[in-house]
T-cell receptor, first 113, second 117 residues
Framework: DQQVKQNSPSLSVQEGRISILNCDYT??????FLWYKKYPAEGPTFLIS?????DKNEDGRFTVFLNKSAKHLSLHIVPSQPGDSAVYFC????????????FGTGTKLQVIP | GAVVSQHPSWVICKSGTSVKIECRSL??????MFWYRQFPKQSLMLMAT?????????EQGVEKDKFLINHASLTLSTLTVTSAHPEDSSFYIC?????????????FGPGTRLTVT
């Protein structure tokens, strides 16, 4: 049972344009959502997160939007850069301290120069 | 951000032998660490939660006698793959959450590529 889903396994975007990566979840207990970036043979790198009490969080070129009623979140990257090419994982966990995180299946983003 | 290291970064072993992978939090203390494995083109699968000073909690379907976890100190957790077989070949990643700034983000190690021949 995949509780966190990323339905697009890959995405190609021109440099300078917006990249939108989508994520859906099913577990109502999830209260905190994260996006990680991962290169091959490396560990994931934390990008940005959002608590369920918010619907938007922005950090530089990265913005995460949360629609709790739809159990959907998205990551926007503007403008996209070739260095953004990587696999992006959406993740979620319940509230409170050191809870285990459930990962989505990942979306491979390719930014074309 | 916080730093988590893993050692070794890659290891090749023969079938039937045991392999130990270390996970260290370098600039913070971690009472909890998580161990994941990732198969090619797949997501990260949580294997177990490592708790300092107590037994690890394993996810359903993960053999605790095969994947031994020891969290001996606040900065070190080890995963030992016992009697390794080719199907254990995978990318193993650890992570440690830290409450620095109150955000409780998980910081990941660089991973260990295990190949069992």
């Amino acid at each position: 049972d995949q509780q966190v889903k990323q339905n697009s396994p890959s995405l190609s975007v021109q440099e300078g344009r917006i990249s939108i990566l989508n994520c859906d979840y099913t577990n109502s207990m999830f209260d905190y959502f994260l996006w990680y970036k991962k290169y091959p043979a490396e560990g994931p790198t934390f990008l940005i997160s959002i608590s369920s009490i918010k619907d938007k969080n922005e950090d530089g070129r990265f913005t995460v939007f949360l629609n709790k009623s739809a159990k959907h979140l998205s990551l926007h990257i503007v403008p996209s850069q070739p260095g953004d090419s990587a696999v992006y994982f959406c993740a979620a966990r319940p509230s409170g301290g050191y809870q285990k995180v459930t990962f989505g299946t990942g979306t491979k983003l390719q930014v074309i120069p | 951000g916080a730093v988590v290291s893993q050692h070794p970064s890659w290891v090749i072993c023969k079938s039937g032998t045991s392999v130990k992978i270390e996970c260290r939090s370098l600039d913070f203390q971690a009472t909890t660490m998580f161990w994941y494995r990732q198969f090619p083109k797949q997501s990260l699968m949580l294997m177990a939660t490592s708790n300092e000073g107590s037994k690890a909690t394993y996810e359903q379907g993960v053999e605790k006698d095969k994947f031994l976890i020891n969290h001996a100190s606040l900065t070190l957790s080890t995963l030992t793959v016992t009697s390794a077989h080719p199907e254990d070949s995978s990318f193993y990643i650890c992570s440690a959450p830290t409450g620095q700034g109150g955000s409780y983000e998980q910081y990941f190690g660089p991973g260990t590529r295990l190949t069992v021949t």
